[in-house]
């Protein structure tokens, strides 16, 4: 992206919340208990590269567990670039799942590079919460003390911790004797107001965000005022407003991506973050996942197939269903 090879967008479609009674003889409010958004859209994620395009359609509802199904569910279709022939269509659901938990070791390398024995407390017993954990363990499993989970039901936190160290080997707790002072603070929930704590965001914290609307007011404010903000793409960030940095502007009657310079918050392409030796503290890493990562890791699942030799000037391929 930072040098203008990658680029890509998206478009939202998200029915007004009132419709849903019409669906469901229940209103968005009894379909949503607790702080949770109902999150009720259409996603088209559309990106190109040097040699592929991809576009990826999402659709989710948090009413979903209530009728048994995921939150969120997704297919991804791989294009040639020259002909735009479809090359191959993927179960998009684990594909996004496993990009986003590669946020995880991104945010060590990049914040945490020279620290080691670190104590993490992570927040949400999802999917996405599985793969921040296998990511971590992947790049990082030598460097962890411990891993605490932190879910609104604390049942749920157990449960998660506890097959997490199973299948990891990993100390991953429940978070319910999680200290106050931890490196890493991750959220990927779907909450709708703040849930973490005001004394665990410390003045040296690191704090990824992939969730909603977790973080409290003031660790923005002071973040902005005297640490480090980064995200995955500023304008991408700013365009879904849909977590705590943008939605402290945009109450505000502002936009992030107008005062981005102002506070120096960077993308994660951009050149000027290769050349930091030491970024400052605290530090919030908001990431609201790529277009075009979904692309590259369609194109790997596809040329790992063996499948890429298709002429470029050809005309038609027949689209190779992956399930992943």
Known sequence: MGEGIAYGDKVVLQPHDDELGMLLDRSAAESCPGNQRLNWKLNALVSANARYCAVKIVGSNACNHALGLPRSQSLLTLYDKLTMTPLAQFD?????????????????????????????????????????????????????????????????????????????????????????????????????????????LHPDVVVLHLGGDELPE?????????????????????????????????????????????????????????????????ALMTCVGLPVLDLYLAQWLYEQRGTSTCPAHATAAPTAQVSV
């Open 218 to 282: 003031s660790f923005i404010k002071h973040v902005l005022a005297r640490g480090t903000v980064v995200c995955d793409d500023v304008a991408s960030v700013c365009h879904r407003n849909s977590q705590s940095l943008p939605l402290y502007f945009s109450r505000q009657h502002l936009r992030l991506s107008d005062l981005s310079g102002l506070f120096k918050i960077c993308s994660l392409h951009d050149r000027t973050l290769r050349h930091c030796a030491e970024l400052a503290r605290p």
């Open 92 to 200: 998009g659901t684990a594909v996004s799942a496993r990009r986003t938990g590669a946020y995880a070791s991104m945010a060590v390398d990049l914040l945490l590079a020279h620290r080691e024995g670190l104590s993490i407390c992570l927040y949400g017993a999802g999917p996405i919460a599985d793969c921040v954990v296998d990511d971590l363990h992947a790049h990082h499993a030598r460097r962890i003390n411990r891993i605490h989970v932190c879910s609104r039901r604390p049942s749920s936190a157990q449960a998660f911790a506890a097959a997490a160290a199973a299948r990891t080997g990993m100390d991953v707790r429940s978070g319910d004797d999680a200290p106050g002072h931890v490196d890493l603070v991750i959220t990927a929930t779907n909450a709708g107001s703040p849930i973490v704590p005001v004394d665990r």
